[in-house]
């Protein structure tokens, strides 16, 4: 009896079908075109522990893109957005931008989620002279110490959110802070700031700081647990933050200390159980704003687009390509150095700042100052999965940003 | 009673015309700017391939040429660039420099280490190379003053380099780099191929394919091994250099044992056997990695498929086949 034998490929046969795809998937070689569009580059990680972030990023570039082009674009051309993924790693992150600036010849650079990447593409996007605009990477160098002629960043710093909301936690719950910190550049900076400001008030704290992508934390728990802090402050993000407020319910920490920090975005509210959706946090931007009309336009507006509720993530996006228009609008060009010297202090629009309060980019550091939302964190409410925050105060982002001087940037432009 | 087994000796896979394979291959290299832009690619792409297939060219010395494995190789490629990026910011603004420092962290560290374990075979000499690499990865990951920790080395660049009559701007002029790394390239592996063509290198050869019959020859093994890992070590830490010089920082994730697998899977999809197989396999992965991961997240799934159907369709590599190819 003869045993069944499986048809074989034959090797031959591998070859040219991989040749035919190859040939078929190739990118097309570019001709000179008459009217190139203007192109957006945007490296963000859509795979890795802050991969939900990134999503709602490129979804918010995505549906700005397309808002644009349905108008009048930028100086009248269409755009275009190119997304690469930076896999949550410096090195690829670098890689990515200078493939989006050397081959695809992209007019800006949008990123990185990721504060240590965003920190990383700053060298390549100085070095090339193009454009760079930071939607979502916190840590403050970027535009503190080390800020660049080229680099604008629409999400707060560190110091900013720390600034917003420690008293608010002091003056509720207590002066004993512990902190669970991801060990890189944007929870060293948040971390120091929080301890600054708590300092100033009088209080004391213990803190540890784990690796960015870690998903273990009892160990910390259990520190946590037997400091008896009155806050407990998760400064991790995405995925770390969300299972380190599981394993913080799991042990039914919530009855024991009250939980707040800098971020918790709605990304992680939405994907942790009802006990862990509390505390006392900043967000950076909201989608029910009292008393403004704008927000109520763009979230209906975005709804209708996308069927989502926008993320302060999307609104990153939207603001930093707006931002963009308006300034290249202003400069007639969309040079790096023309549109650097044209978004310094310019103010935005009611209908793209989508805030109540003054919103413009400093000119000293790049920074662009508006309102932070303090508030609680809370289950979903009016039957809304959206409704998980209730904004106490907003708090103006250059009283939360402190002078330039005090964030070691010193701008200096090209010749 | 033990039994005496007799071993066929297999004839390494050589090129049946080696200077025709070199031949063709730095052809390709040094008309890069010229041909690749019309397919899409850049410069820097071909860097990468450059510096990743010098990585896994060194490393090859090591898994093809004497036939031991490590899963650690990372460690001397990221030490490498530490060392050079260390060199630039804190020595001095000097191209050549930063890659002898890097070289000699990377080459003395795995010298050293490569001496305590000499002695060990298969799955233990790979695990504790596994080992080493991950303690590499965690010390440069912690020491946060020095290293920039998670978020890397940074605030250094490549200098201009100056010949005394002559100034070269490889900062400014990505064209110029890429010919700076292939001149790198060209004599590391020159040196390479002259090693590998030396009684050393052919006694290299002898230990991987008996080792047993090499002993009772004579050949002080341990001492042969523990030479070709510092040596793999050294140009491995120089690639790694070179790739701090490429993107002006280093980071712990080229530490990682994640990035030791990428280089065993370049120098198998290439071919171990043969001189050039890493290089080829370097090429692939670095353009696949490329082009996959602007149309899909999920690229490494396409790559690892590709690693599949290469192993099991081209045993030998792609190199390799091709080489066997000519040879009928």
């Known amino acids: ?66 808002r644009l082009n349905k108008r009048n674009g930028i100086l009248g051309r269409q755009v275009e957005l190119l997304v690469e993924d930076s896999a949550n790693d410096v090195g690829t992150g670098v890689q990515k931008t200078r493939k989006l600036i050397e081959r695809d010849k992209v007019d800006v650079i949008l990123g990185d ?57 002091v003056k509720r719950f207590g002066k004993k802070f512990f902190f669970v910190t991801p060990d890189y550049a944007y929870g060293h900076t948040l971390q120091a700031n929080f301890i600054k400001n708590l300092k100033a008030l009088g209080g004391e704290y213990q803190a540890e700081l784990l690796p960015i992508t870690n998903s273990e934390f009892s160990a910390t728990l259990i520190k946590a647990k037997a400091y008896k802090p009155d806050v407990l402050l998760n400064n991790m993000g995405g995925l770390a933050q969300i299972n380190c407020m599981k394993q913080f319910t799991q042990f039914g920490m919530q009855k024991e200390m009250h939980l707040g920090g800098g971020l918790y975005e709605i990304e992680s509210v939405r994907a942790v159980p009802a006990d862990a959706q509390t505390g006392t946090w900043v967000m950076e931007w909201w989608w029910d704003q009292p008393n403004v009309p704008e927000v109520v336009a763009f979230v209906a507006d975005f709804r209708k687009a996308t069927g989502k509720t926008p993320t302060a993530r999307h609104w990153f996006a ?72 209730t904004i106490g105060s907003a708090v103006p982002g250059e009283v939360a940003a402190g002078s330039v001087e005090s964030t070691g940037c010193k701008m200096v432009h090209p010749a | 009673m033990s039994t005496a087994t007799t071993t066929a000796v297999t004839t390494p896979v050589m090129p049946a015309r080696p200077w025709l394979t070199t031949a063709i291959i730095f052809a390709a290299l040094l008309t890069v700017p010229v041909w690749l832009p019309m397919l899409g690619g850049y410069t820097a792409l071909a860097g990468r391939v450059l510096v990743l297939g010098l990585a896994a060219m060194s490393f090859n010395l090591l898994l093809g040429f004497t036939g031991v494995m490590s899963f650690g190789h990372a460690a ?55 080992a080493f690499g991950q303690i590499a990865f965690y010390v440069t990951y912690s020491w946060d003053s020095l290293t920039g920790g998670y978020d890397g080395l940074r605030g250094f660049s490549r200098a201009p380099l100056n010949l005394g009559f002559t100034t070269i701007d490889i900062t400014n002029n990505s ?7 292939l001149f790198v390239f060209a004599v590391a592996t020159g040196l390479q191929a002259l090693l590998l063509a030396s009684p050393f290198g052919r006694t290299l050869v002898a230990i991987r394919e008996n080792e047993r019959r090499a002993r009772f020859l004579g050949i002080p093994i341990e001492r042969h091994i523990w030479m070709s890992f510092s040596i793999s070590c050294c140009f491995t830490a120089l690639a790694g250099a070179l790739y701090a010089l490429l993107n002006n920082f280093a980071d712990p994730m080229g530490l990682h044992y994640s990035l030791s697998g990428e280089i065993v899977i370049m120098t198998v999809m290439g071919g171990m056997r043969a001189f050039w197989g890493p290089l080829i396999g370097a090429a692939l992965f670095v353009v696949l990695q490329d082009y996959i991961s602007s149309m899909t997240v999920n690229w490494m799934s396409f790559v690892g498929l590709i690693f599949v159907l290469v192993v099991l369709f081209f045993p030998r590599g792609l190199l390799g086949m091709l080489q066997k190819g000519t040879e009928k």
């Open chain 2, 76 to 130: 001397y490629f990221g030490l490498g660039a530490y060392g050079a990026g260390l060199t630039l910011k804190y020595i001095a603004p000097s191209t050549p420099l930063a890659m002898v420092g890097g070289v000699l962290l990377g080459g003395i560290l795995g010298s050293l280490f490569g001496r305590l374990i000499a002695q060990r075979r298969g799955v233990y000499f790979a695990m504790v190379t596994v």
């Open chain 1, 318 to 389: 939207l603001v930093a390509i707006e931002s963009i228009r308006l300034a290249a609008e202003k400069a007639k060009s969309l040079e790096g150095p023309k549109l650097a010297l044209a978004m310094e202090g310019m103010e935005l629009p009611r209908d793209i700042a989508l805030t109540a309060g003054k919103s413009f980019f400093r000119a000293g550091d790049h920074q662009l100052m508006t309102d932070l939302f303090v508030g609680d964190v809370h289950p979903p409410s009016k039957g809304n999965p959206d409704d998980v925050f």
């Open chain 2, 175 to 181: 064209t110029y780099f890429y010919y700076f790394l």
């Open chain 1, 113 to 169: 989620v990721n504060s240590g990447i965003a920190y990383a593409m700053m060298g390549v996007t100085s070095e090339l002279k193009v454009f760079h605009m930071v939607p979502g990477g916190h840590t403050d160098p970027i535009t503190g110490a080390d800020c660049k002629w080229n680099t604008f960043r629409v999400c707060n710093t560190t110091a900013m959110d720390a600034a917003a909301v420690t008293g608010e936690l």
């Open chain 1, 1 to 66: 009896m003869t045993s069944p034998t499986l048809p074989a490929i034959r090797r031959r046969t591998l070859i040219k079908s991989s040749l035919a795809v190859a040939a078929l998937s190739a990118p097309p070689i570019i001709s000179a075109r008459g009217e190139v569009p203007v192109r957006i580059g945007m490296v963000d990680p859509l795979t890795g522990t802050l991969s939900a972030l990134a999503v709602s990023e490129v979804e918010g570039a995505k549906y700005t893109v397309e």
